[in-house]
């Protein structure tokens, strides 16, 4: 799966998906500082799924109804990074078919997938 992960997800992370295999852009590694809209028009233009920590991606994909390839919010708030890296790399292996065009939010116990409607 390609991936792009903003800069507030840890690189232990970006490190475990990439030993999953999948193909992963990293805004640290590209264009750190950059703005939301850019970062989903990188998202979109490399056809990658943005794995985020930031709530603010709901409003400009729900609210201001910009197009995205998808969306996966991060709300692991307060454990580990090698317990974060491990669910993420979980929900995505379990969900892989339902991610691309949906907007998906994984918490310590839930996995939720809203379709984004385009």
Request: aromatic share 4%; proline share 3%; charged share 25%.
């Amino acid at each position: 799966m390609n991936l792009l992960a903003d800069e507030n997800i840890k690189q232990a992370i970006v490190k475990r998906l990439r030993l999953d295999g999948h193909v992963v852009w990293y805004v640290v590694e590209m264009e750190p500082g950059v703005s939301d809209d850019v970062v989903l028009d990188l998202a979109n233009r490399e056809g990658a799924l943005l794995l985020t920590a930031d709530k603010d991606f709901g409003e400009l994909v729900f609210r201001l109804g910009r197009v995205a390839s998808g969306v996966i919010l991060v709300r692991l708030t307060g454990l580990s990074d090698p317990s974060k890296a491990t669910i993420i790399s979980e929900a995505i292996a379990e969900h892989s078919d339902e991610l691309p065009g949906a907007f998906t939010v994984i918490t310590p116990t839930t996995v939720r997938i809203r379709s984004i409607s385009i």
